[in-house]
């Protein structure tokens, strides 16, 4: 960006060098990132994800194409209005979910440089095709194409255009919907409201698959009656637009066509307006504005009781600062409602109380653990990165006179018992709606519970130290956690999930249900003195750290 600071204006460079500079400039930091241990480490993690991320893409690939293929070569062609809205409700839902693998639009970074207003919006624009759910969209909407092609080529030309519009549309969009949410969720504590009724309405979505098992029959009539107000929308103007143009209707084609222009020229003036706003050098803060400050004096608790006088005062602290950071994240907070939420809906495929056959087609016995193997999975990942929080304060760590064993203590208790509220809270849920195997399975699931847990704590602290990554309270893009901790997180568990199953085959294949819970009783025993014995290593090697750490969370 240093040949566009040299000139007076920014007119005096081109729009396209604009943006080739920017690109240039975005590669150079890629690379300078790349000379950093950790960042390597963190893009190989982020590799291996992306595998399973293309597995995914490639396979559903194949489902549009023949779906395509299908309807256009048996003559439905109006059916394609549902893999075109298929794409858009992805495209536009899924990012929530991936928030933090996208590309992030650093606003007030290109600000420092003299762009012009135009590059600024398409160099906005272009990140929205960065994003995981943009490049899966565009993969379908490409195999779609070739299926419409292998079935009548003649439909090529509609089908080109009309994914091209789609495209555009999508991606301004969903540029737009990101721009005004950042606004309006501008204050933490607005953006914890929204995430709570996001999590909520997603939760509810479990319970599609029993309603429909039950009201679907009766729910396809009132779908197709209620499928013609959708008409005037974008998925279906897109499939109506191939439609009328395989049997021939061109005018009918160009007035869908230009339904779908219309919203791309909508859209695009409304996202112009929202970059023009930051582009202007629009400041979202939820810094409280200055109030004078007046004087409290603290009543004395000279003589009231510590509930944590049994621990060490560090660790005590330490647990006490955790769970303020808890209650203060209120996404932390709102997903401890997903493990027992999770026990009901899946319970609620079962057959019936007391039954051999009781939940999804498998006994209780078998039900029963690996459900708790994965909420496991689910409730261990923070732990991999528990200094996610900390920022600036990790500075404190190292100045204070405490050891980073104390730390760790304190961390991981707060993490147990959080382990332990959750896991009481879907057994009881079990219990209620389907009720528990016999007492040797319970037991052995639960002393394997205090094995696997204990054994990835060790694990878990090593990897905070070793990939460290800062999130912030209440915020969704940009927040992900290291993909090399990604990885460790669950290679441990898919390491400790295996010894567990083949024990619990082992007990299967002996006839002898308690062989299980002896040898888990031995490994748990053996988990808990190697987590003693990881303390103090651990801690050394923080020091050793310290740069690291100060230098990933401290920006």
């Known amino acids: 960006m240093a040949d566009v600071a040299l000139d007076s204006t920014a007119q005096s460079v081109s729009l396209a060098n604009q943006i080739r500079l920017v690109a ?37 690939s194949f489902a549009f194409f023949g779906g395509a293929h299908t309807f256009i070569s048996q003559g439905r062609t109006t059916w394609m209005s549902l893999l075109f809205w298929a794409i858009f409700v992805w495209w536009q839902v899924f990012p929530f979910f991936v928030a933090g693998f996208g590309a992030n639009f650093e606003f007030r970074t290109l600000l420092r440089f003299p762009l012009s207003r135009r590059a600024f919006y398409l160099i906005g624009l272009a990140y929205g095709l960065a994003d995981f759910s943009s490049i899966a969209a565009v993969c379908w909407l490409v195999a779609m194409t070739i299926g419409v092609a292998t079935a009548q080529p003649g439909l090529l030309p509609a089908m080109a ?49 029993p309603l429909m098992q039950r009201y679907g029959n009766s729910a396809i009539p009132l779908f197709r009656h209620w499928a013609r107000y959708f008409a005037p929308f974008p998925g279906s103007l897109a499939g109506t637009t191939i439609a009328v ?33 930051q582009y202007r050098g629009e400041e979202l803060s939820e810094t409280a504005a200055a109030a004078p400050r007046v004087g409290t004096r603290t009543p004395s608790r000279g003589g009231s009781s510590d509930g944590l006088r049994f621990l060490a005062p560090s660790v005590a602290e330490v647990l006490r600062k955790e769970f303020h950071y808890l209650l203060r994240n209120g996404f932390s907070f709102v997903l401890l409602v997903l493990p027992p939420f999770m026990i009901l809906v899946f319970t609620m495929q079962g057959a019936g109380r007391h039954h051999g056959i009781s939940v999804m087609g498998a006994s209780r016995s078998a039900f029963f653990p690996g459900m708790m193997g994965y909420l496991i999975l689910v409730l261990m990942s923070p732990a991999y990165n528990c200094f996610a929080y900390e920022g600036r304060g990790i500075q404190t760590y190292f100045m204070s006179p405490v050891r980073f064993r104390e730390v760790f203590l304190g961390k ?6 959080v382990l332990a509220l959750e896991i009481s809270l879907s057994i009881l849920v079990f219990s209620f709606r389907v009720g528990l195997p016999g ?117």
């Open 24 to 60: 240039g400039l975005r590669w150079r930091l890629l690379r300078n990132k790349m000379r950093q241990r950790n960042n390597v480490m963190d893009m190989i993690g982020m590799g291996f994800a992306g595998v399973f991320g293309a597995v995914l893409v490639f396979g559903l």
């Open 161 to 209: 255009i009309v994914c091209g519009i789609f495209v555009l549309l999508n991606v301004t969009l969903e540029r737009l919907i990101g721009s005004w949410l950042e606004r309006v969720l501008a204050r933490r504590r607005t953006r914890e409201i929204f995430f709570a009724l996001f999590v909520l309405a997603m939760l509810s979505l479990q319970l599609l698959n």
């Open 245 to 277: 143009f395989a049997k021939g209707s061109i005018g009918d084609a160009l007035v869908a066509i230009a339904g779908l222009l219309t919203y791309v020229v909508i859209f695009s003036a409304m996202l112009w307006l929202r970059f023009a706003a």
């Open 412 to 417: 991981n208790l707060m993490m147990a018992v």
């Open 439 to 555: 007492a040797p399975v319970v037991t052995a699931t639960l002393v394997a519970i205090i094995f696997t847990t204990v054994g990835q704590f060790a694990i878990a602290n090593w990897s905070s130290l070793t990939f460290p990554r800062k999130l912030n309270f209440g915020q969704m893009r940009g927040q992900r956690q290291s993909g090399m901790a990604v990885l460790i997180a669950f290679g441990a568990q898919i390491m400790l999930g295996g010894i567990s199953a083949l024990l619990f085959f082992a007990g299967i294949w002996t006839r002898n249900p308690w062989l299980p819970t002896e040898a888990f009783v031995f490994l748990a025993a053996a988990a808990i003195a190697g987590y003693v014995a990881s303390l103090d290593p651990l801690s050394n090697y923080a020091e050793q750290k310290k740069e690291t750490l100060i230098e990933a969370l401290c920006r």
